[in-house]
């Protein structure tokens, strides 16, 4: 039996979190026993009840804002305890979990990019990843793009490419459409934009707001249904009472289950600066939405463009708006589309991701343990 222990900076649900919980669940009971570190407290809506729900342990270690130092001996105390084969980190978290593993004399660590290597974590936070992968410290990039990345900043490859999944078997439910929108007042002929993202530069959720506001000129019947939370969530709101749309910008904030809304909407939107492989594209396209995003980063390892969905030029919100414009004015070419991004969407699935990760945990223990 192979113990591994997946580390985190927080529980929040954010798609690098999501990866770790679905590998903390998903993994084989028959040759793996997991369990979950976050270093920050419990956060009000995170996957704390997801992971409960599956017998998962998860331990919390009180981290304070900025860098923590209690954190290297609390996390070495926990290896200690679970003694892992496999730490398996994620995002900064790196600097706390390599010295933590020297104190505790336990485990082989395995590191996951899940941004463009130069965006992951700051100056410091590289030095420190060049170093820990120069003394063994496994990699693991998520797409051909994070791939390219990780060797630009690292001069060396990553250990592995493993692609984000999702359950893309359960992305749709033909009854949530109707029942979805008059839940919450839609018409179910209004064309409903769906974008799932956390409200931070990265995902440029300004940017997307002004590709709105310029298409709806031409897309009468419109709405833009905004999911998420973070630190522009209310320069957003503040937006969109600017741009006169703030009858068609719909915040929902944090939302837990998302199967319903994806299934009563008809487009999905992404106006990303830089990206990964961001696990909600796929969520979409699982759920038969064409995405209309940006290229950047691993989207287009994900949206065939013209296939699945249209790509265009990170930044360009024209383009953005164009996009949308023409989709929205074409419902049998999003039906089309739609249709291919299901097909698309399963070549992601979140079980290859977890058996993928279960392999190469494998063989980096040498076998069961």
């Known amino acids: 039996m192979i113990r591994v222990l997946e580390v985190l900076a927080t529980l929040r649900r954010a798609g690098a979190e999501r990866v770790a919980v679905e590998l903390a669940c998903g993994l084989d009971r028959g040759r793996f026993e997991a369990a979950v570190v976050s270093l920050y407290d419990a956060c009000e809506g995170g996957f704390e009840a997801e992971l409960a729900a599956r017998g998962v342990p998860v331990w919390h270690l009180g981290?304070?804002?900025?860098?923590?130092?209690?954190?290297?001996?609390?996390?070495?105390?926990?290896?200690?305890?679970?003694?892992?084969?496999i730490i398996h980190t994620?995002?900064?978290?790196?600097?706390?979990?390599?010295?933590?593993?020297?104190?505790?004399?336990?485990?082989?660590?395995?590191?996951?990019?899940?941004?463009?290597a130069v965006r992951?974590?700051?100056?410091?936070?590289?030095?420190?990843?060049?170093?820990?992968?120069?003394?063994?410290?496994?990699?693991?990039?998520?797409?051909?793009?994070?791939?390219?990345?990780?060797?630009?900043a690292y001069g060396r490859e990553p250990d592995a490419i493993i692609y984000n999944g999702a359950a893309a078997g359960q992305g749709f439910r033909e009854d949530a459409r109707e029942r979805w929108r008059r839940a919450h007042g839609?018409?179910?002929?209004?064309?409903?934009?769906?974008?799932?993202?956390?409200?931070?530069?990265?995902?440029?959720?300004?940017?997307?707001?002004?590709?709105?506001?310029?298409?709806?000129?031409?897309?009468?019947?419109?709405?833009?249904?905004?999911?998420?939370?973070?630190?522009?969530?209310?320069?957003?709101?503040?937006?969109?009472?600017?741009?006169?749309?703030?009858?068609?910008?719909?915040?929902?904030?944090?939302?837990?289950?998302?199967?319903?809304?994806?299934?009563?909407?008809?487009m999905f939107a992404l106006a990303s600066h830089w990206e990964g492989m961001p696990v909600a594209v796929i969520e979409?396209?699982?759920?038969?939405?064409?995405?209309?995003?940006?290229?950047?980063?691993?989207?287009?390892?994900?949206?065939?463009?013209g296939v699945s969905g249209v790509l265009v030029p990170p930044g360009d919100m024209q383009a953005l708006s164009r996009a949308l414009v023409e989709l929205g004015r074409n419902p049998e070419r999003r039906r089309q589309m739609g249709e291919q991004a299901r097909r698309r969407a399963l070549q992601f699935d979140v079980r290859k991701m977890v058996e993928s990760y279960a392999r190469l945990f494998e063989r980096l223990c040498g076998g069961a343990r």
Not at 284 to 297: D, E, F, K, N, Q
């Open 120 to 152: 992951e974590v700051d100056l410091p936070g590289r030095l420190i990843h060049r170093a820990a992968y120069g003394l063994g410290v496994a990699s693991v990039a998520i797409s051909a793009e994070v791939a390219r990345s990780f060797r630009q």
């Open 284 to 305: 979409a396209m699982a759920a038969r939405l064409p995405a209309v995003v940006t290229s950047a980063g691993g989207l287009p390892e994900v949206v065939e463009d």
């Open 90 to 116: 994620h995002s900064y978290v790196l600097r706390y979990a390599w010295p933590a593993r020297w104190l505790a004399r336990h485990g082989r660590l395995v590191h996951t990019v899940h941004n463009l």
């Open 186 to 266: 839609f018409r179910s002929t209004d064309l409903l934009i769906v974008s799932l993202a956390r409200f931070e530069p990265q995902k440029n959720p300004l940017g997307l707001l002004e590709a709105f506001a310029a298409a709806l000129a031409e897309l009468p019947d419109a709405y833009l249904v905004m999911a998420g939370e973070g630190s522009l969530l209310g320069e957003c709101q503040r937006r969109a009472r600017q741009y006169g749309i703030a009858d068609r910008a719909v915040f929902l904030g944090l939302c837990r289950e998302t199967t319903d809304l994806l299934s009563a909407c008809d």
């Open 63 to 85: 981290k304070r804002r900025g860098m923590d130092p209690r954190m290297w001996g609390r996390l070495a105390g926990v290896l200690r305890r679970f003694r892992p084969c």
